[in-house]
């Protein structure tokens, strides 16, 4: 069996419960930024064949973790597993970031779209949460996550990643119907998946909608805020101190944080583009907050770091009646290849020393 938890911090401040200091994690702690990251990648050969390794997902999920006192790790995986899985065959080519073998563009590709197996053909995610959880032997709690349904869609549809995303829009508007039947199975695959991480023992879930500011307010309603309202009301995660938490990140969505904090989600994770004391206002105290520093402040000095770092901290605070309580300190969005690892280390420090109660 595995071990209790050492460092509960994160699951406490999604549960708004009193912390000894915010718990701090950043999206993308795993990966290019990292040397040892490098050269974990040169040895497997891939991305790939990193994710599909259990023990070699295992070493990338905890290398961020022995360099900074990081209060979380998250499963080292991609959004892109579930359709891989789905047949559309997930390759990558170098510098030109994912793409897909076979894109669904049409009624009949969409008939053939069914629900994985979770043990089978995405048993290698669960096969490394297992071994993550052994590992971790209770340090911190880990992270499992999902893409949300209207942003695997895009990827689904446009066979990689977009710049105008003119593939889905222009489905979105002449075939509705065929977006609503391709959202439904492919949400039906991410309550599937969040449920089976948790079996196998993520500790808390977080569903990444990347793409859903690109959506006019209508469509976004449509088309990715319904289902992130379906998986919030469907997925099976438990109660009390038991509850496993789930996190909506979105990014260019904070227009829609009144629904969003209406979802049943336990957590919002926002992007940089809003301060936080409004957030907390216009959320009502219905949910945690995740975030907002804005990821390129990881390029400035080690002065301006600390500084912006006390500003997100001060900002959620001060909109939430001097309380600290319900925030969990991350970036606004995903780590770069090109950041300074020391930097990193300055702003963790700073959010521990900072938020000491
Ligand atoms: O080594 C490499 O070159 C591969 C780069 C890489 C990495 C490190 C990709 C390809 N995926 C990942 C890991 C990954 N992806 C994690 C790991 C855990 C962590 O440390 O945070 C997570 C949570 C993701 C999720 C993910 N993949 C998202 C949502 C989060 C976000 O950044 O918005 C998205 C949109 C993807 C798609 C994807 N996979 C990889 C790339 C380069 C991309 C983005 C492509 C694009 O811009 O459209």
Not at 181 to 186: A, F, M
Not at 232 to 255: C, H, N, V, Y
Request: with cysteine.
């Amino acid at each position: 069996m595995t071990s209790p938890l050492r460092n509960d911090r994160l699951l406490r401040a999604l549960r708004r419960e009193p912390v000894d200091h915010t718990p701090v994690w950043l999206m993308r702690q795993a990966g290019r930024y990292l040397p040892e990251y490098r050269a974990t990648r040169a040895k497997a050969g891939s991305f790939l064949a990193m994710a599909k390794n259990p023990e070699i997902a295992c070493e990338v999920t905890l290398q961020p973790l022995r360099r900074f006192p990081l209060d979380a790790a998250i499963l080292f995986s991609d959004i892109l597993t579930i359709p891989d899985a789905m047949g559309l065959e997930l390759y990558f080519v170098e510098g030109e970031g994912p793409k897909f073998r076979h894109p669904v563009r049409d009624e009949a590709a969409i008939a053939r779209l069914a629900v994985p197996d979770m043990e089978q053909e995405l048993g290698y995610v669960m096969d490394a949460i297992r071994v993550i959880r052994r590992e971790l032997d209770g340090q911190v709690p880990l992270i499992g996550f999902s893409g949300s349904p209207w942003t695997l869609a895009c990827y689904m549809v446009e066979g990689g990643g977009s710049k105008d995303f003119a593939r889905i829009k222009a489905m979105a508007l002449n075939h509705p119907q065929q977006l609503h039947r391709l959202l439904e199975v492919v949400t039906d695959a991410v309550i599937a998946y969040l449920g089976a991480q948790r079996a196998a023992g993520a500790q808390a879930l977080q569903v990444f909608d990347t793409w859903g500011g690109v959506l006019s307010p209508a469509m976004y309603r449509e088309f990715s805020l319904r289902y992130l309202q379906r998986i919030a009301a469907e997925l099976e995660r438990g109660q009390g101190s038991e509850r496993t938490p789930l996190i909506l990140f979105g990014k260019g969505t904070g227009l829609h944080l009144e629904s969003l904090s209406h979802t049943g989600a336990d957590a919002l994770g926002l992007d940089w583009t809003l301060d936080l004391d409004e957030a907390v206002r216009r959320t009502g105290g219905r949910v945690a907050l995740q975030g907002n520093l804005d990821p390129t402040t990881l390029y400035a000095s080690p002065e301006a770091i600390t500084a912006a770092a006390g500003r997100v901290l001060d900002t959620y605070a001060a909109g939430n009646g001097g309380s600290r309580e319900g925030h969990v300190f991350n970036l606004g969005h995903g780590m770069s290849p090109d950041m300074d690892p020391a930097n990193v280390q300055v702003l963790v420090d700073a959010v521990h020393r900072l938020s000491a109660r």
